[in-house]
Nanobody, 125 residues
Framework: QVQLQESGPGLVKPSQTLSLTCTVS??????????WSWIRQPPGKELEWMGA???????YYGPSLKSRTSISRDTSKNQFTLQMNSVTPEDTAVYYC?????????????????WGQGTQVTVSS
């Protein structure tokens, strides 16, 4: 059974950098078959795919946040991370990490087969 767990600060000040880590158990993030994604859901809005890293380490970014987002991984810890700089209150959301067998082409949970419980991030001074 694959499990994903997000971790990181719940409160970030405007203009700072948000850093989140997803720890994966039950399977290696280096598997050739999967894409490991970061997704967020602002209050009252749809899920937004932020980007993904695949088993070979190739990285893909969603168009709207590409300029502020960086995804990386630590294969020794079976973790992948999200960094987003210059955050504003509009970045307040629940952030999720998830696994899928393809890059998402829609906004629903049906694009993924496993996901974490999510972590609330609030951007406020």
């Amino acid at each position: 059974q694959v499990q994903l767990q997000e971790s990181g600060p719940g409160l970030v000040k405007p203009s700072q950098t948000l850093s989140l880590t997803c720890t994966v158990s039950g399977g290696p993030i280096t598997s050739d078959y999967y894409y490991w994604s970061w997704i967020r859901q602002p209050p009252g809005k749809e899920l937004e795919w932020m980007g993904a890293i695949d088993g070979s380490g190739s990285i893909y970014y969603g168009p709207s946040l590409k300029s502020r987002t960086s995804i990386s991984r630590d294969t020794s810890k079976n973790q992948f991370t999200l960094q987003m700089n210059s955050v504003t209150p509009e970045d307040t959301a629940v952030y999720y990490c998830a696994r899928g067998d393809h890059l998402p082409y829609g906004t629903g949970w049906d694009q993924y087969d496993y996901w974490g419980q999510g972590t609330q991030v609030t951007v406020s001074s």
